[in-house]
Every structure is written in structure tokens, then in C-alpha cells.
């Protein structure tokens, strides 16, 4: 398998065709602000709204759009999830179930969001 059907193989495992060469998800926080921990449930609740985003991911970049900003991310693969990081802390990881996790880092506090991702469509070059 080569390097970019492994690091699609999240978007794959979520019934993309084999062709693609990218992958644009469409992902749904579960709870409406980040929270400081969302192992059980939201505990710790934010005033930091959670959009929704689209992730387009090719074989080593991540391109992540909420609301009006887009930030440019590596992408990792590790134990069948797709790892995003960009130069702040934090990380967006989807699993090939579709399911998500965030963590960001506000004034030096944790937070974080889960969800799901729906694969929206191949992307051939």
C-alpha cells in the first residue's frame, strides 16, 4: 500500500472509493462548546462555541475549515487514525469509525471536543 493510501486509509475505511487521492470530510462536534473533559460526558463546559468543520486530507496535509478560517495541517498516521497537528498545540484525531476528538489549549487550559465525521466524496487528482 502506498504512502497516500495509508494516510487516506481513515477516509477510506469510511467507504471512500480507492481511487482518491484526497478525502473531504464533514465533521459535527457532539456537545455545543469544548469542555475540560469529555471522557464520560461534558464536565467542565466553556463558553467556546464547537462549529462544525470540513477536513480535506491528502497524504500528508490536512486542510481544516470552520466558519470563515482555514488552518493548514500535517497529518500522522497511528493505529488506524488520522492525526492532525498544526505548530500550536492540540490535535484533531479521526478514527476509521468516523469519530473524532479535539484538544486545544486556551490561556494554557485544556479543552476539549468529540464528534463524528461523514466522508462527503473522493477526490481523484
Not at 462544525?52 to 488506524?80: N, P, Y
Amino acid at each position: 500500500m502506498s504512502l497516500l493510501r495509508k494516510s487516506l486509509a481513515v477516509a477510506l475505511a469510511m467507504g471512500l472509493p480507492t481511487y482518491a487521492m484526497a478525502a473531504r470530510l464533514h465533521c459535527v462536534p457532539t456537545y455545543p462548546v469544548y469542555c475540560a473533559n469529555v471522557h464520560l460526558t461534558c464536565v467542565g463546559h466553556s463558553r467556546i462555541a464547537t462549529p462544525e468543520f470540513q477536513v480535506v486530507a491528502t497524504s500528508d496535509r490536512a486542510w481544516v475549515s470552520a466558519a470563515d478560517e482555514t488552518q493548514i495541517l500535517s497529518v500522522k498516521l497511528d493505529r488506524g487514525a488520522m492525526i492532525l497537528r498544526g505548530q500550536a498545540q492540540g490535535y484533531l484525531k479521526i478514527g476509521s469509525d468516523g469519530q473524532f476528538s479535539q484538544r486545544i489549549y486556551v490561556d494554557d487550559r485544556a479543552l476539549m471536543s468529540i464528534g463524528s465525521c461523514v466522508a462527503q466524496e473522493a477526490i481523484s487528482q
